[in-house]
């Protein structure tokens, strides 16, 4: 068992930065695939950004169109805690945002393909 716990949501303006940090129990977490989704209200969950149990060339994260460029996912297994750094922002990223783990061994963006979930937190970005 996961239990994740998502931080660092606020409200920001047009071309600011947060990191989101998401914190996890358990001893496999370092096994896991994690990945980041958010959901606007009235819209459906939506995949944001992915990364591997592992990263290199050939295992590089993976991020929905609309934030590459703007977003970077990273972990750390030491600590437990895979972040999204969210730069250049804009009102269209306005969301809950919630982290997953997954224990398969590629990038998913399906929801249903993650195992895990955070409780989700808010992200608003004022224009």
């Known amino acids: 068992q996961v239990q994740l716990v998502e931080s660092g949501g606020g409200l920001v303006q047009t071309g600011e930065s947060l990191r989101l940090s998401c914190a996890a129990s358990g001893r496999t977490f370092s096994s896991y695939s994690m990945g980041w989704f958010r959901q606007a209200p009235g819209k459906e969950r939506e995949f944001v950004a992915g990364?591997?149990?592992?990263?290199?060339?050939?295992?590089?994260?993976y991020y929905t169109e609309s934030v590459k460029g703007r977003f970077t996912i990273s972990r750390d297994n030491a600590k437990n805690t895979v972040y999204l750094q969210m730069n250049s922002l804009k009102p269209e990223d306005t969301a809950v945002y919630y982290c997953?783990?997954?224990?398969?061994?590629?990038?998913?963006?399906?929801?249903?393909?993650?195992?895990?979930w955070g409780q989700g937190t808010q992200v608003t970005v004022s224009s």
């Open positions: 997953a783990g997954s224990t398969r061994l590629v990038i998913s963006r399906a929801a249903t393909s993650y195992d895990y």
């Open positions: 990364i591997l149990w592992r990263t290199s060339s050939e295992y590089a994260p």
